[in-house]
């Protein structure tokens, strides 16, 4: 007797979609039904009057906060001052520059986490060795032409991510050798990689800031003119690099001694063993603390208004102070904290992609 299979049925509607994906998650029992009615209920409450103050009953359109007549957000106050936000006091006429080093770095990152795409050692090379030197160029000026800006014009945005982004590449190679160092079986190799950590994780962002705009320069030659952002980066790198170090250390303990042993038995000399068999695992282990660390760092940018250097927060408070748009600083304040949201929400989503495509099979992923 010959085997007619039947053709495979549909699945039920109720379980496709948006109704398949409520029924699942929300109403899946009475208890979880009766708890999504009420949260919803809350969370309609308590989020409408936000919904109605900063979209129905919002201004977009003006130029000055005559033009904000209704009680709801006036966004003409943001739209107005976006260009401050963006780029601080840099000359309106040279914005480009910045604008132009910008989308080189977007595109080089792109390049770097897109994946299949050709010669990523060619363009990491690049965007490590060259594209700073392109960058600082472009950012400071003083060659082939372009008008020299001073660093204290820099500010907004731009000067929130030159922070960021310097001191994640710095401090991750730092961390890492702070972390060899403090796991070497060399004494005092050991002891000065442990007193460095442990001190500079002791005490505060802000204070490493003002120790490095007033004690930093002392070290110097009177003559010489040592740049405020410069002491800044200093810092915040130095700072950074001890907390890197204990999430390298972390990802370090996480490899089982078979490993260590292996890689001695194939006659493996130590910087060849860490570089072609731990590191490898190790940083595999690290993504969730090592981008955790830059998200903190990210935030941790806004601290630089204490050695007087203007980033997106400490714009958005002088823009707010400004005679003609006082009474707006709660716009300011929403918009600075959603664009660090983004930043920190991609760096986030970004690491769990990362994370299932290395296959580090660790835990519950979002």
């Known amino acids: 007797m010959k085997y007619d299979p039947q053709p495979t049925l549909p699945a039920p509607p109720g379980t496709l979609g948006v109704v398949g994906w409520m029924r699942k998650h929300l109403f899946n029992g009475p208890f979880n039904s009766i708890a999504t009615v009420v949260l919803a209920y809350f969370i309609i ?9 900063a979209i129905l009953s919002a201004d977009w359109i003006g130029t000055t906060r005559n033009d904000c007549t209704s009680d709801g957000a006036c966004w003409v106050f943001i739209s107005q001052r976006l260009n401050q936000f963006l780029y601080g006091f ?51 000026g003083g060659y082939f032409g372009l008008e020299s800006v001073d660093t204290h ?3 907004g945005l731009s000067l929130t991510l030159v922070l960021a982004v310097v001191g994640i590449v710095a401090a991750l190679p730092f961390g890492i050798l702070l972390a060899l160092g403090r796991r070497s079986h060399m004494p005092i190799v050991r002891s000065l990689s442990v007193v ?3 001190i500079w994780r002791g005490v505060p962002l802000i204070t490493v800031l003002f120790m490095a705009s007033v004690m930093l320069p002392l070290f110097f030659p009177e003559d010489m003119n040592f740049d405020k952002l410069l002491r800044a980066l200093i810092g915040i ?11 390298v250390r972390g990802g370090l303990q996480a490899i089982s001694k078979g490993q260590y042993e292996a890689a001695d038995s194939l006659g493996l000399g130590y910087w060849q063993k860490m570089n072609m068999i731990i590191l490898p695992q ?17 935030k941790d940018t806004s601290l630089v208004l204490i050695i007087g250097l203007f980033d997106l927060l400490a714009i958005m ?3 707010a102070n400004d005679p003609n748009w006082i009474g707006f600083s709660t716009e300011g304040y929403v918009f600075v904290a959603l664009v660090f949201w983004v930043f920190c929400f991609g760096m986030s989503r970004y690491s769990i992609h990362l994370e299932k495509r290395l296959h580090t099979g660790h835990g519950n992923r979002a």
């Open 45 to 53: 409450i308590f989020m409408w009057p936000v919904i109605d103050w």
């Open 90 to 140: 840099y000359p309106e006429a040279e914005t480009w520059r910045l604008d132009l080093a910008f989308i080189m770095m977007a595109a080089l990152i792109a390049w770097l986490i897109i994946p299949k795409t050709p010669f990523k050692g060619w363009v990491a090379a690049f965007t490590l060795l060259i594209f700073p030197f392109i960058a600082f160029v472009l950012l400071s």
């Open 153 to 155: 014009k820099w500010g």
């Open 196 to 198: 460095y950590i442990e």
């Open 237 to 247: 790198t130095m700072f950074q690099s001890a907390y890197m170090a204990e999430v």
């Open 282 to 298: 190790a940083l595999k282990l690290m993504i969730p603390g090592i981008v955790n660390t830059f998200i903190a760092l990210f």
């Open 317 to 319: 408070q002088a823009s």
